[in-house]
């Protein structure tokens, strides 16, 4: 029984040899990490290390979740703020 590679190959050029990214601007430590994303030693592109899909996809999911989490803060806050007010 064969043991499969941990990197997928590149969805751009091919190659196996990746390596995992440990920071982005988009996700700072943490994207990366559930993304399990890796970055071609070959050409660059950054891809989900399991599934081989690339980057873009789980990098606007990210965000969008971000936003919906810090918009819900926001309000969460400013209607506290109302609340406080009030009294
Ligand atoms: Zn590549």
Redo the contacts with the bound molecule.
């Keep these: 029984m064969q043991t499969q590679s941990q990197t997928v190959s590149?969805?751009?050029?091919?190659?196996t040899d990746?390596k995992p990214v440990t920071f982005t601007w988009w996700g700072g430590v943490l994207g990366p990490r559930l993304f399990s994303l890796v970055k071609?030693?070959?050409?660059?592109?950054e891809y989900n290390g399991r599934t081989g899909k690339p980057n873009q996809q789980n990098m606007i999911i990210y965000l969008v979740i971000s936003l919906v989490i810090m918009f819900c803060v926001c309000g969460g806050l400013s209607f506290l703020g109302t609340m406080l007010n009030q009294h």
């Design positions: 590149c969805p751009k050029c091919g190659s990746a071609c030693n070959s050409c660059g592109t």
